[in-house]
């Protein structure tokens, strides 16, 4: 019932999220920062930190990778105990299943309760002595760790180097998170993080989803399964949010799509099939990561919309004091909801458009766009909650 008819693709795993391509296209220019930040560490071993930012798709997690994978390379030539830990902070949401995921790293079998945070911090350390390495620690998806509070284990991590006797050991951050982090944290952690170098990660225009598309199908499908034109309507539809993994989904559901339908060849009615169906997750996905204001915001937006197309911004604004109060929180100030509708935008979940008045004035039309607004309304109603 399942056998898979190997029409299109030819290895599976390369279409897979896990899967780390060899060279991130169009990522030259971050890479190359990394490497500029990384090479006192691999030379010398003192320590380095940097916040890697960008939306959704933008490549963060794939080049974080690919970088410590490259710099482990070229540290087992030259003889550097160097190593690397990634930590999936959206997994692992509290300072101890951070720390454990660490520990795990050098000793599967330390027991998963037991320590406090401080324990388990010195065991890391002694870890990291003990083998007199250059440890770099990625926290991907950092933000969610801080929203919920834990920005002391960041700290501790940044303060890690300081009182140790062994100058070529050492412990350097790589912080993965999405733009809106900065504005969350308190006065103190950000004067530790403002001295932290920032790597930005933009959204991928038209041409570089295609370049990564074409890659992408080059490595995993039967070559001549995709057309030109499919290609580049998946990088089309992508652009609108500048999303790479969107752009791979789509890809990997068109073969399936064709695979399943017999077909040898992805054409565009199947591309347009396959956005259909990876739609709905993606926008699931984006709203689990947005923060409390911005999901209010939201809410407020399809509680305004019913039937209509559009609502306006002051409409909009009116209903979002109404929510915030009915979640028991303070609604935020009138440029703050700017930004909120501004980044709500920008993530393709709300649509916006300027028209002028009759009177000379401007409004702020609002709409959303591929999803009911009623469907969307009670998925968000439910992530509230939670
Ligand atoms: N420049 C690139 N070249 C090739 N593949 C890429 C590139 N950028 C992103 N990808 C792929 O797109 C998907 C999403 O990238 P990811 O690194 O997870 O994004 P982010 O962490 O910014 O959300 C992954 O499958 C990744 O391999
Ligand atoms: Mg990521």
Known sequence: ????????????????????????????????????????????????????????????????????????????????????????????????????????????????????????????????????????????????????????????????????????????????????????????????????????????????????VSSRADMAMVPGTIDDDSMELIADIASEWGDARFAIEMLEKSALLAEEDGKTEIRPEIVREAKALTYSTITESKLEQLDLHRTLTLLAVTRCLKDDAYVTTGKAEKTYHIVAEEYGENPRKHTQFWNYINDLNDLGLVHTKVQGDPDGGRTTYISVPDMPSKVLRSKLEEILGR
């Open 1 to 212: 019932m399942f056998e898979r008819r190997t029409t299109i693709i030819r290895d599976p795993k390369v279409l897979t999220f896990e899967y780390v391509p060899q060279e991130l296209i169009h990522r030259e220019d971050q890479m190359k920062s990394l490497r500029m930040l990384f090479r006192p560490v691999v030379e010398s071993g003192g320590p380095q930190s940097a916040f890697l930012i960008g939306p959704v798709g933008t490549g963060k997690t794939a080049t974080a990778r690919r970088f410590c994978m490259d710099v482990m390379r070229h540290a087992s030539e030259k003889g550097i105990p160097m190593d690397y830990v990634t930590v999936n902070c959206r997994q692992n949401n509290t300072e101890s299943s951070a720390l454990l995921s660490m520990i795990w790293h050098f000793d599967p079998g330390y027991p998963d309760r037991g320590f406090s945070v401080s324990e388990m911090l010195r065991t890391l350390k002694r870890h990291v002595e003990k083998r007199r390495l250059r440890l770099m620690v990625v926290l991907d998806e950092v933000d969610v760790l801080i929203k919920k509070g834990a920005d002391d284990l960041v700290y501790q991590l940044s303060r890690f180097n300081e009182e140790k006797g062994d100058p070529s050991t050492s412990l350097s951050l790589i912080m993965v998170s999405q733009e809106h982090i900065l504005e969350r944290l308190d006065q103190a952690s950000i004067s530790t993080f403002k001295r932290v170098n920032t790597v930005r990660f933009g959204r991928y225009s038209q041409r570089e989803l295609r370049d990564i």
